[in-house]
């Protein structure tokens, strides 16, 4: 069974840090781009950034570049997105997504507040 299943959101002050964290299991993690979206009340799910299979390459968003990093262990089948001043903009539920030809998987989502 697939399952991606992301932690580390919370309700933060501007300027700080969070590292989410994206943990895969049933399927062929090292194989997979891996990728991080937000959504944000009343607006589409947005790509933020993705991560090639190896770990080599790297996308970002022009609104999170430069702040936000994303990262991979395949050994320990996550990948995660270190988000640095963070912005009150930055509000959203962030999903992880991991894709291989038409494979297409999500996680169920971590909330991320950004509020003073």
């Known amino acids: 069974q697939v399952q991606l299943v992301e932690s580390g959101g919370g309700l933060v002050q501007p300027g700080v840090s969070l590292r989410l964290s994206c943990a895969a299991s049933g399927f062929t993690f090292s194989r997979y781009a891996m990728s991080w979206y937000r959504q944000a009340p009343g607006q589409e799910r947005e790509l933020m950034a993705g991560i090639s299979s190896i770990g080599g390459i790297t996308k970002y968003a022009d609104a999170v570049k430069g702040r936000f990093t994303i990262s991979r262990d395949n050994a320990k089948r996550t990948v995660y997105l270190q988000m640095n001043s963070l912005k009150p903009e930055d509000t959203a539920v962030y999903y992880c997504?991991?894709?291989?030809?038409?494979?297409?998987?999500w996680g169920q989502g971590t909330q991320v507040t950004v509020s003073s």
């Open positions: 997504n991991a894709r291989l030809s038409a494979d297409n998987y």
